[in-house]
């Protein structure tokens, strides 16, 4: 699979810890591996630039979090709020739209 | 570099408020270790980490820098002697019609170096700016700002203390 620039995967960083976390509750660790799993590999992030999303949304209020000790580590776990949730749906349709609008361009070419 | 080093470099980067820090320093170190486990490696998961400066200036606040550029502002103004420039600008090559920068301030201190602009934008109401700082050598990192209803003013933090920079204001839609 080709590499996603790391810039161009920035802009999108929001929209894919949202959906990461859809119906979830991971801490900063797992959702890494999620998105790493989930994307076969391609999106291979520094792994440092997840936990300024995850601060950054929530304090916007899309997403909750509270600490958690399990078999001796302590961590903290996130989950999408009702804003969050209301917001994922919006950014999906978004995107969406977005995706197909550039696939059409593409495939013409 | 043992986690312990990187934890420290990161402590002394971060640029946030005493409980922020110990949260994102305890979040880090959980990381770190989970990933040198799985990996068998410390060196590899602070590789794939990202160095303390990169982290560190991710988490870069605005409310900080509102602070310290309120103090540094204000030891500037008790100091009477200090070196600062106030000087009418007209916007900066690149800057879309949309934000005129006003006026252009540079204040420096021993503790912080920060750029203050005054601009105004008017026409197209967006949620953020983006700010570029342009250090000469055209540093890629981009701070979101809120704008406010009325005339704004962004402080902008440099994560490089005795150093000044330029900052260009721009509109992201």
Not at chain 2, 28 to 45: K, N, Q, T
Not at chain 2, 145 to 150: E, S
């Amino acid at each position: 699979l080709p590499r996603i620039a790391r810039e161009e995967l920035k802009g999108h960083l929001d929209l894919l810890v949202l959906a990461s976390m859809d119906g979830r509750q991971l801490h900063g660790y797992a959702l890494i591996e999620e998105l790493r799993a989930r994307s076969s590999g391609t999106f291979d992030l520094p792994e440092g630039t997840v936990y300024p999303a995850l601060h950054r949304l929530e304090r916007a209020g899309l997403l909750s979090s509270r600490w958690s000790s399990e078999s001796g580590r302590r961590r903290r776990i996130y989950e999408l709020t009702r804003k969050g949730q209301e917001s994922l749906s919006e950014r999906r349709t978004a995107w969406r739209e977005f995706a197909q609008g550039v696939d059409l361009v593409v495939q013409q070419t | 570099v043992t986690i312990e080093e990187y934890l420290r470099e990161l402590r002394a980067a971060l640029r946030v408020g005493p409980l922020r820090k110990r949260r994102i320093l305890q979040e880090v170190e959980g990381h770190l270790r989970e990933a040198a486990h799985v990996e068998g490696s410390e060196d590899a998961a602070i590789k794939r980490f990202g160095t303390p400066d990169e982290v560190a200036s991710r988490f870069a606040p605005r409310r900080k820098s509102l602070v310290l550029a309120a103090l540094a502002t204000a030891a500037l103004g008790l100091a009477g002697g200090l070196a600062y420039s106030l000087t009418s600008a007209s916007p900066p090559h690149g800057v879309p019609a949309a934000i005129k920068v006003i006026r252009r301030q540079r204040v420096e201190s021993d503790v912080v170096s920060v750029d203050i602009g005054v601009v105004d934008a008017y026409g197209k109401r967006v949620p953020h700016a983006n700010i570029l700082p342009d250090d000469g050598n055209q540093k890629p990192d981009t701070y979101r700002v809120r704008l406010d209803h009325h005339k704004k003013i962004y402080i902008v933090p440099i994560p490089h203390p005795g150093r000044t920079m330029r900052v260009l204001f721009y509109f992201s839609s």
